[in-house]
């Protein structure tokens, strides 16, 4: 019988956070279909019967590794209040954080990606996985249009799903597949046509933030 989370002891949330962990790194280095519940086992240090304890297959593990990961990355690209007030130097640091984010974690959302494409069941976790992200920027987008900052002829959903798509695929195409750009421009660029397609001029010169650099943090 699989234990519920909620129910589980202080040792036994302990060993279940070291299966996650132990399937996540598996996952990055052999990717979904090579890795086996034994391999993560030996990973974790725990026997085969335990792993059972807590997943009901390599499967259920994998939802959670993938929800674990989208929940950091959503956590990592939280514009907090050291960034200014003004309205594009947010986006601006929203963008950055984001694409520091997606190269820390990269790997493993397009291995969800690969996996939703078979498997109905994976293809409805992405979809719920990535709604944490378009609603944020669709409550994002509907204060500019209240405070008259923002065309309020835009859809708030349809614009984030549709912005968004473009800064993940961007992300992956930049950080994944080696497209030549420096950091402060591809944030910039991102920014400003992000920006301009919500009806926002920029104001200032963006949050002078100055992170190491963001191919340098995934590695």
Request: charged share 25%; with cysteine; net charge negative.
């Amino acid at each position: 019988m699989i234990v519920k989370s909620e129910t589980l002891s202080s040792r036994g949330r302990r060993t279940r956070a070291a299966l996650v962990q132990a399937g996540r790194e598996m996952f990055e280095e052999r990717g979904y279909d090579a890795v086996r519940v034994d391999d993560v086992c030996a990973r974790a240090g725990v026997s085969h019967g335990t792993f059972y304890t807590y997943f009901g297959s390599r499967e259920e593990l994998f939802r959670e590794v993938a929800a674990t990961v989208v929940g950091e990355m959503f956590t990592a690209s939280v514009v907090g209040p050291a960034a200014p007030d003004d309205p594009y130097a947010r986006i601006e640091a929203a963008n950055l954080l984001y694409l520091r984010a997606w190269a820390a974690n990269s790997r493993l959302v397009r291995m969800l990606e690969q996996v939703a494409i078979a498997d109905e069941g994976f293809r409805g976790l992405l979809l719920e996985l990535r709604e944490v992200f378009v609603r944020r920027g669709a409550e994002g987008l509907r204060r500019l249009q209240e405070q008259g900052l923002a065309d309020p002829s835009l859809d708030p959903r349809l614009t984030a799903v549709m912005l968004g798509g473009m800064v993940e695929h961007f992300a992956h195409v930049w950080l994944d597949l080696g497209e030549h750009a420096d950091e402060r421009t591809a944030v910039t660029m991102l920014s400003t046509l992000w920006a301009r397609a919500i009806g926002l001029t920029p104001t200032s010169q963006g949050n002078n933030m100055t992170p190491t650099s963001i191919k340098e943090a995934g590695s």
